[in-house]
């Protein structure tokens, strides 16, 4: 571990894994709806919502990949990790009120390079909502060790 | 266009852009730490982000991916359109007080499929800061026409 509690390179392992759980409120979609400006009526109109394919108000994927940046950010390999990249594929719809799981397993690791590959997943009662990939440069106590 | 206003499929041509500005301010930053729950302490602790490679506090990666969505979403598509795909490589801090520029170029158009693929670049003072691309199905006037 490094200083901070974060998962070195060293440390990491094909198959460790980790996730964090959030319930997705009217709240926070408000709150999004603000941060990114993305007002998109699907979010925020719930008589427009029950005209569309989803029969209702829906989440905004984005709002429920961030428990994705929780869950590396914070937790696998956590903190003193650098986030290098993501790819998202928004699977099914979020409603309000839905409970998310955000599960990170990690599928490769390059000690060489200092990069570790994760599965991201976000699940909501076991179905899957979001698939993709995380890309992540965790602390090396190697690195630290030689004063890099 | 459909009836809100977004692109149909049929609408859209390989080089069609837009783009959205915002600054990212600290109320972006708190907002976003509890929606997704990231309180990485280089997000939120201006002590630590000193003694960091960044020098000081930095914003969420996803924050600034989230106005991604607000662009494909609310203008390029637009309405109507549904988020399918997104990847996204983080290439360089986003803090307190910049201003991002989401902007997204189309492509490559899939009528058949109905999926049009859009290059997505936030800049800051024309510097990329993350770089990817998305995927989205918009609506179609063939299948509104033939009432699918």
Redesign the interface.
């Known amino acids: 571990m490094n200083p901070?509690n974060g998962y070195d390179i060293e440390d990491l392992s094909v198959g460790m894994s980790a996730e964090?759980s959030?319930t997705i409120t009217d709240a926070?979609i408000v709150?999004?709806s603000?941060?990114?400006?993305?007002?998109?009526?699907v979010h925020l109109n719930e008589e427009f919502g029950k005209t569309t394919m989803f029969g209702g108000r829906i989440a905004?994927?984005?709002?429920t990949?961030?428990?994705?940046?929780?869950v590396v950010?914070?937790k696998l390999p956590g903190?003193g990790c650098?986030?290098?990249?993501?790819?998202?594929?928004?699977k099914a719809p979020v409603r309000p009120g839905d409970t998310v799981t955000a599960k990170a397993t990690v599928k490769e690791v390059m000690v060489d390079k200092c990069r570790v590959i994760l599965d991201t997943v976000c699940t909501v009662a076991g179905k899957v909502v979001i698939e993709g990939e995380a890309t992540m440069m965790p602390s090396s106590r190697a690195r630290r060790e030689a004063g890099k």
């Open positions: 901070l964090i959030k926070d709150m999004f603000g941060v990114s400006t993305d007002i998109n009526a905004h994927g984005m709002l990949a961030s428990l994705i940046s929780a950010g914070n903190a650098i986030y290098v990249g993501q790819t998202l594929k928004f």
